[in-house]
């Protein structure tokens, strides 16, 4: 008689990588971007489009999350489309218009980054560094941004392991840029009723193993609007130290993820419902 | 320029058969267990051993539970084991031990039933009957618990989609037993760094998609101690009508699953966290 | 410098039960179905419908794959469906018409049981039981097979690692039945285009891990009729001791998987290219 | 009564795009290298190691594959490894050394680029480029390899599915360069026993959708040296328009991969047993 699950599962099966692992008694160590910080008490609430589309649409929707409790602003200008034929984004012209809502709100802003080419560019109005789903394996990408002074969000390969995940970011670590937050973003699995199944067994594993702050995107973890909620609540109660949330102020006519965004109003909701699990583990929303 | 996302997605792609689906406007029909009810405003809490594994071990853990605010019982007497030289539990004795206990502490009671043939003699101990991951589309099953006068505890297989665990449940619902409980309890998917992936998604999905309750299992969910906390409190927060969680006095001597049971102190503390939690949420822990 | 992959996967990574797994110098060992030997030079086919529909459909279909060369003939009379209102099969009338075309055609049947209730009657018309995918963790079924004198084909569950195959295995010989066929049918995956991803390299590593023969269900497999003769060719080539395919007089009219079952042309077709494939690798196709 | 399989199914689920797309009536459109021919009725055999260590090593494993009738030359110079720790490549040195067995050979060069700034230098060397799993939705490259004159070899990504598979080669296409090749190379599944599970239902899949020539990895497939010959004729069989295979001098000593490379030997024996399953479904070895 004898247990059937193997020694391994015990703890934990990663063999972690120096610079993005940690020992186990060690914590968290936050990672700033401006003024804010990431893996502090406060979580962290970035919120905003899929893809910068027009001044009206990134100024209203902007103004909007800023105004719910939003601190920091996302929206793409360089979009990963799997169909050539899908919508680009507006490039150099959308990112001017992220820095002017930047200097209006004064919130940081996020966008990705695809091409190596581009982050020098992309660096002029950008707070932080985006390195997508489908770029965590591109390693020219990963070692380009680690010689960036911004920031980076990495996002979780949609089929890459914990292991995997931080092995990437150990690429940017290792290249001396050690300002890299990790994204848990949903990975494929057999489940078709959801885009993605949202991995929140994710954000406790990647903090225990490594040092760096984990959020969580609903948005993208679900691809379904009315989700997105639960699954924010859900994400804030297992640990994560943040939330990058797709909203949009038409969701109904983006070009981009519309089925995934929420409505302002929905954001709104969605905050004070945020604020209250925060209080009941012990953390705070920051606003 | 258009959406690169399926039509299909926008909403759900299920197709939910009559009877353990629901029209969007009704909300949860409660499912009654002794006293008990899940699917109503108070979150249900079931602990207990893996295995019945002797008098002293089920006797020890039921009182530490109970004390701790669980209000009802797991504990298998027949276990479904991937090898024929595991541990495969101590069969109509650890029944018996289970109704004694529940004489005690008067925990309802539910435990798994593999076989068809086993189904009349369990229903004699048990409160409610649990049919297994592994015997999800076992249809002889479901259709004989299905005749059942007790209340079945369905779980979801490790690799079925949220259209055929709706599915496997119109089996005993479609034989008149309309006292079905659902319970997500992680998928299989290329990660290997827990025993499973909890797909907390599939539960507001199950509850938007079905009038059933829906309860989480955290343990096998993860398959690892230190994680259980942290995915009972998402499992909460998610939407959850309860979670059925694996304690053991002694874990590291378990004869099964030790690795993923909580030791009674541990479960103490989760329960506190849980309180919270629900509250945040507008709901409460029944205790 | 080093190598990334674990040392795990240099050979294999399954830990290989006493009974169904061998040492590996030993060749398979075969195991006879009537006069059939599955597991030696010859390659044994077995075709004919999913389901037992009618006494027309089945002698017309059992006649015409004997005279293309099939050895054994498949039909259901228990059919697993995901939906109870799926065709349940024709039950004990089905399995008296299997006996019947079976005493016209020479060819030994093999049918599905899934209830351990049924599998003394089911005996007493089949030559071989199937177990199928979604009870290859049935164990009360496992063990109810594992005592009766016919042999066991057993289906890999869609989501069945080739260890847990094995051990699934080993509660039938571990119950003293030595006549365990294996069958690869597909597992689930991420890909949507075809039914089920077939898994062709578990043909060769349970052949190495394991004694038993391994035969293939490219219907399953695939779940698109055009792919069948393809994969069964593929099928052949990579070692496969045997093949099961559905066949049927009229597939567009089948009550079940006709749109993965060949016309009796097709499959008299696949037949001549599946004997030019064999004697390609040294072997034949059993007629 | 009703079929339980959606009418998706039926056929395929794919929407093509335009121009990595066909009509069904229409047949394969062959891609040159140099003077092979990809695509046609002569099955085309690249071979070479992993990775480009040394002059030595790859000279003597490019003479003895071309010996046992490899047609064409692989070898990374720039290696996309997990870990920023594992041995990277020799980079442009490779190249070169490339470019001089190549002169001395005549075999034609394949090798991954994995940045666009590279793609004019390595262009130098190459005769033919490839863009790895990891990179299959990195879409600047795609789109640099799409204004490239030479031919691309895309291998599929370890979690695409055959949909997004040919829209990442649709933004090649998309750019003006037709010569792509399709590459299956394993996904991603639940197996543990096997590196990847080599997907051979999506060479018939994709020769269906569209007219690019699909050719099969086997050594990434499966990860496992003795799995290579029995799969390789699997490929073969199910009709793909050629294979790629590692091979090394001295695979115990391999800097990448060694643990799924052939030895000269076996590479040898397994040609052979190509050339006879080729002709048993009408084509040949190129040679």
Chains 1, 2, 3, 4 share one sequence.
């Not at 949202?198 to 959020?215: E, G, N, Q, T």
Request: charged share 25%; proline share 6%; glycine share 8%.
């Amino acid at each position: 008689m004898k247990s059937e699950k193997p020694d391994t599962a015990k703890d934990n099966t990663c063999s972690v990588p120096p610079k993005a692992g940690r020992k186990p008694s060690d914590g968290t160590i936050p990672v700033k971007v401006g003024q804010l910080v990431f893996g502090a008490k406060e979580i962290v609430i970035v919120a905003g489009p899929c893809a910068v589309e027009s001044r009206e649409q990134l100024f209203e929707t902007a103004r909007a999350v800023r105004k719910s409790g939003a601190v920091m602003l996302r929206g793409g200008a360089f979009k990963p489309r799997s169909s050539p034929y899908s919508f680009q984004g507006l490039g150099e012209d959308g990112l001017k218009m992220l820095r002017e809502i930047h200097n209006e709100t004064g919130m940081p802003v996020v966008t990705e980054v695809m091409d190596t080419r581009q982050v020098e560019m992309i660096s002029q109005y950008a707070d932080m560094l985006q390195v997508g789903s489908r770029n965590m394996q591109n390693y020219p990408l990963l070692r380009e941004v680690g010689q960036s002074k911004l920031p980076v969000l990495l996002k979780r390969g949609m089929m890459a392991t914990v292991e995997e995940f931080l092995l990437a970011a150990e690429y940017v670590l290792n290249m001396g840029n050690e300002n890299v937050i990790l994204c848990e973003r949903g990975i494929r699995t057999f489940e078709t009723s959801t885009r993605n199944t949202l991995d929140l067994s994710a954000v406790p594993m990647l903090k225990r193993l490594s040092h760096l702050p984990v959020i969580v995107d609903p948005s993208h973890g679900t691809g379904i609007r009315w989700m997105v909620p639960s699954l924010s609540r859900a994400a804030v109660a297992v640990g994560a130290d943040g939330l990058i949330i797709e909203v949009h102020y038409k969701p109904e006519e983006a070009l981009c993820d519309g089925y995934q965004s929420l409505s302002i109003n929905e954001f709104d909701g969605t905050m004070k419902e945020l604020d209250k699990v925060a209080v009941a583990i012990g953390r705070d929303i920051h606003r």
